[in-house]
C-alpha cells in the first residue's frame, strides 16, 4: 500500500501562481509514477501532469502545458506541481496520484480556486 498527503491549494486570482506538494508513504519501492489529476463536479477525472520515477521524464496535458511544472524529491519520496498563470478553468479539485506495480493509489484531493 502507498499512502498519500497532498498539501498546498486554496484561492487565488487569474494570472497567479500556487504550489501542489505530495507526499508518498508506506510501499514507496518501485513505484513508477506519479502525478496528478483535476476534476470538477459532474466532469470524469482528467490528467495534468506526471512524473516517471526514475528517469524524471514529464508529461503534461496540453492546457497547463507551458504553465505547470512537475517534478520530485527521490529522497522525501515527494512530488511537487508548480502552477503559473492560472485561469478560472483550472479551478477543481486536484488529486496526487502514484502508480505502483499495476496499481494506482490516490490522495484524498486538495481544492484550486482560480477567481477572475
Known amino acids: 500500500q502507498v499512502q498519500l498527503v497532498e498539501s498546498g491549494g486554496g484561492l487565488v486570482q487569474a494570472g497567479g501562481s500556487l504550489n501542489l506538494d505530495c507526499a508518498a508513504s508506506?510501499?514507496?519501492?518501485?513505484?513508477?509514477?506519479m502525478g496528478w489529476f483535476r476534476q470538477t463536479p459532474g466532469k470524469e477525472r482528467e490528467f495534468v501532469a506526471r512524473?516517471?520515477?526514475?528517469?524524471?521524464?514529464?508529461y503534461y496535458a496540453d492546457s497547463v502545458k507551458g504553465r505547470f511544472t512537475i517534478s520530485r524529491d527521490n529522497a522525501k519520496n515527494t512530488v511537487y506541481l508548480q502552477m503559473t498563470s492560472l485561469k478560472p478553468e483550472d479551478t477543481a479539485a486536484y488529486y496526487c496520484?502514484?502508480?505502483?506495480?499495476?496499481?494506482?493509489?490516490w490522495g484524498q484531493g486538495t481544492q484550486v480556486t482560480v477567481s477572475t
Open positions: 508506506g510501499r514507496t519501492e518501485s513505484i513508477y509514477s
Open positions: 512524473i516517471i520515477w526514475s528517469s524524471g521524464s514529464t
Open positions: 496520484y502514484a502508480r505502483r506495480l499495476g496499481t494506482n493509489y
